[in-house]
């Protein structure tokens, strides 16, 4: 979780302002037992998570694809190659909605509008530095052209609701997964022994 105190508050703050606001059809689905806080959120968005991404062409119609999403600072970052439909679509229409979904436990819902982070010739995003060295980090730094093949966003969302059929049950994995990715100092220096005694 790399989210701050005040990104947390924010997105606390949209969370409940987009479902207060929803159709009382969405609030029979998503109560205040089947959804998530921002902390539980971020606590459960962490790694790649696939989303389905809507834009819109220049017609007006919908066009859905698939993107890495990354739940950063309390927001989706994706990427996509240059020369990608969705990359035109963005550049002059930066509407967009995204879902993120686990089968029936877990739905992200997400409308806003995308930031290119670092445009081809043009200034990047402030923060684009950071971001980087995490894709490179995640991805590896030779999985691409970071300077010309690939085009990564930020969506900022003015609309954002979660489901969670279990809250509970998703703290729970989201606690495993943490407990996984912890370094037990005792194995590291009995794997330590092992090879001194190879």
């Not at 962490?46 to 919908?62: D, F, I, Q, R, W």
């Not at 809250?167 to 996984?180: E, M, N």
């Not at 100092?185 to 022994?193: C, I, M, Q, V, Y």
């Amino acid at each position: 979780m790399r989210e701050t105190p005040e990104e947390l508050q924010q997105l606390q703050a949209l969370l409940d302002t987009s479902l207060a606001g929803s159709t009382a059809h969405l609030r029979s689905i998503i109560s205040s037992e089947r959804t998530l806080t921002a902390e539980q959120l971020t606590g459960a968005l962490t790694g790649m998570c696939t989303l389905a991404l809507s834009t819109v062409t220049a017609k007006g119609e919908p066009r859905i694809s698939g993107v890495d999403g990354h739940f950063l600072h309390g927001k989706w970052h994706f990427g996509t190659a240059r020369s990608a439909a969705k990359a035109r679509h963005l550049a002059a229409r930066p509407a967009v909605s995204a879902a993120h979904l686990r089968g029936e436990d877990l739905g992200v819902f997400t409308h806003g509008t995308a930031e290119i982070l670092n445009p081809l010739g043009g200034e990047p995003a402030a923060d684009w530095p950071e971001l980087l060295a995490y894709f490179r980090d995640f991805y590896g730094d030779d999985a691409f052209d970071w300077d010309d093949d690939v085009v990564y966003y930020r969506l900022h969302p003015h609309w954002m609701a979660v489901f969670a059929a279990d809250p509970a049950k998703l703290g729970r994995q989201a606690d495993d997964a943490d407990t996984a990715d912890e370094v037990d100092p005792a194995d590291e220096a009995n794997k330590a022994d092992q090879v001194d005694q190879a």
